[in-house]
């Protein structure tokens, strides 16, 4: 995109990634008429079907229906907006390309969340769904949740970097949080743990639109979890410690000379009824 957009003259781009592709005829003239009437709109979307690679319908929706509606531009500055790509149509406007967004994969995340600033989105239902193709070179679809866990990662570190350096603590405070929480997610979900095992301020976390901050309580957890690895590693220390002391006096000429000495009292107990 660093590369394309500056040569992108036109009033609106709109975007189609890969072999996905588009079925409606009216859709960007419908969605160019939108947002001319609508100057506090800067995006606008509609839903897709899934397909596989041979062109078969897997689901006849990709995006979940709470998120089949308009989104305020602070949802969509807090990465709280599911706005399907292949369906963009968005106003031209100078965002530069920051360096932290050179970072991260999910690339969308970040131009969205950077895209909320000059407005909203919008969610056509008067727009035939485009075609969303999943098959085995697919970026996105085929990696497995742990690297989708991982790119999440990097990519509330980068926004959080992001918002530091353009002044902005407020986002910048969020998307520490967010940093925290998956983090969190993560070291519980390698322990086995699982979500069974969230504090109730982390569950709500996703949901809430005013997020408190969870830094101190993840940090008590993460600490916690490494006092808890610490004595662990004590324990295997003092055990592998007692066991060589058993291998040493087995070897040692003591405990050989009272082994012999004691051989005749074995027999002997083990020849009586």
């Known amino acids: ?31 160019v008429d939108f ?20 062109g078969n319908t897997i689901e006849e929706s ?41 970072n991260v994969t999910n690339g969308d995340t970040f131009f969205l969340s950077q895209i909320g600033t000059y407005g909203k989105s ?17 970026v996105w679809s085929t990696i497995s949740e ?10 509330w570190f980068w926004l959080y970097k992001y918002y530091s350096r353009t002044q902005q603590p ?19 979900s390698e322990a086995g743990k699982g979500l069974d095992a969230f504090p109730p301020e982390f569950i709500a976390l996703d949901s809430s639109k005013e997020v408190a ?6 940090r008590g957890q993460i600490d916690q979890i490494k006092q808890l690895q610490h004595q662990l590693d004590s324990a295997q ?11 040493d006096l087995k070897q040692s000429a003591s405990y050989r000379l009272g082994d012999g000495l004691l051989a005749p009292l074995k027999k002997l107990k083990k020849s009586k009824p």
């Open 35 to 54: 947002l001319e009437s609508n100057p506090d709109y800067v995006i606008s979307c509609h839903n897709a079907f899934i397909i596989d690679e041979q």
């Open 170 to 188: 407020k986002y910048a405070r969020y998307y520490w949080d967010r940093f925290m929480y998956d983090i969190y997610t993560k070291l519980s």
């Open 62 to 102: 990709k995006l979940p229906e709470c998120h089949q509606r308009d989104f305020s531009g602070e949802e969509l500055i807090l990465s709280q907006a599911w706005v399907l790509t292949n369906t963009w149509v968005y106003r031209n406007v100078d965002m530069g390309f920051p360096k932290e967004r050179f």
């Open 146 to 155: 742990t690297a989708r866990l991982d790119s999440r990662i990097n990519t």
């Open 237 to 247: 220390k003092h055990n592998n410690s007692l066991e060589k002391q058993l291998r």
């Open 122 to 138: 919008h969610y056509h239902t008067d727009i035939q769904p485009a075609a969303y193709r999943v098959h085995t070179g697919g």
């Open 213 to 218: 901050t969870t830094e101190t309580l993840i």
């Open 1 to 31: 995109m660093k590369v394309i957009l500056p040569h992108c003259q036109g009033k609106y781009i709109a975007a189609c990634e890969g072999d996905d592709y588009w079925t409606d005829p009216n859709k960007l003239q419908t969605q």
